[in-house]
């Protein structure tokens, strides 16, 4: 049985008679056209799906995400589901679902999938995976020197299959994969947490992806690692021992020490337990909310939470259902 697929039914009154259309009050005669782009997550008419027409206007050219069709090549249709984005004469349809997209100087969460003898590979939700190699990290102690035949057979004794870290993008390749480095001690093995994915579109880029939440009473504090790969890590704040704190320090990294690549979890207090799920839940409430998360908006979003706790009367509730959406509302409102 033969099985027929026809293009789905655009939507009125749709891009190509409204928002495209040069006769419309939101024309601009420099070429720019306001596109209209989702709010919270997206309405149906500001969602575009295969096979869709965009536009038949011969002005426009067609970018990613999109193809041409017709007789003289003029009519631009979407290839992917997604939301349409313009860039001066060009359109292109930025996919509702896609995987990360590398780029250099990126600050990412990632886990260890193998190890080979001088190099990990991890998953960082990237089409490829992405290599950090032996000479890419810091030595325990902060020595600077090449690496051995010694440091290859104690490779595992860095990081192995499972680990969390986070890295920086340090350079791309032509396939499209990455490699990382850790050479910095905000970067390294990450534990005394919980990891949570919240998607390529869930983490906005921003001036800080790793900060600290003091908690509501004011003793210790959580810190936040936004991956901008939308993998995100909360765990509890750790300072330096205070002989490496209090002391001058001319190379930051010559206070690197063994205990970095510990996978042994700390003691962690109930109280700061409690605040890491708020956190968590703040964080996955935002994103299903259609919020874009970074510093600014998690840590109004843990106020606020802190603010409903104190109307309900419930410390630490779960961030979920009716009070969810409460939190959303006023998310909004703010």
Avoid at 17 to 42: A, F, I, K, Q
């Amino acid at each position: 049985m033969a099985i027929t697929i026809t293009a789905p039914t655009p939507i009125a009154p749709g891009y190509a008679d409204s928002s495209l259309s040069e006769d419309e009050d939101n024309y601009d005669p420099d070429g720019d056209v306001r596109m209209r782009r989702p709010l919270r997550g997206g309405n149906a008419d500001e969602i575009v799906t295969p096979g869709e027409t965009i536009t038949e206007d011969p002005q426009w050219m067609r970018g990613h995400g999109t193809y041409t069709a017709g007789a003289d090549g003029t009519k631009i249709i979407a290839s992917v589901a997604g939301t349409v984005a313009k860039t001066n004469k060009l359109l292109s349809v930025s996919p509702l679902r896609a995987r990360y997209t590398p780029e250099i100087g990126d600050l990412v969460v990632g886990r260890i999938i193998e190890v080979g003898t001088k190099r990990w590979l991890c998953d960082i939700s990237a089409p490829h995976l992405s290599a950090l190699h032996l000479s890419s990290i810091n030595l325990p102690g902060g020595i600077l020197r090449k690496r051995t035949t010694t440091d290859e057979l104690q490779i595992r004794s860095y990081f192995s299959e499972g680990d969390l870290l986070v890295a920086e993008v340090q350079t791309l390749h032509q396939d499209g994969s990455a490699s990382l480095h850790t050479r910095s001690l905000k970067y390294g093995k990450l534990r005394n947490g919980v990891f949570m994915s919240v998607g390529g579109r869930g983490v906005k880029r921003g001036r800080r992806q790793v900060f600290e939440v003091k908690l509501t009473d004011g003793v210790g504090g959580v810190d936040v690692y936004l991956g901008v790969n939308g993998f995100v890590f909360i765990a509890m704040h750790t300072d330096l021992p205070e002989s490496e704190s209090t002391s001058i320090i001319a190379n930051l990294e010559d206070s690197a020490s063994a205990a970095m690549y510990s996978s042994q979890n700390d003691p962690i207090p109930v109280a700061t337990r409690r605040e890491i799920v708020r956190v968590a839940g703040v964080i996955r409430a935002l994103v299903e909310g259609g919020f874009r998360v970074d510093e600014e908006v998690v840590m109004r979003g843990y106020q606020i939470c802190g603010d409903l706790d104190m109307e309900d009367g419930e410390a630490g509730g779960f961030l979920g259902g009716e009070r969810a959406r409460r939190f959303v509302d006023r998310m909004m409102e703010e």
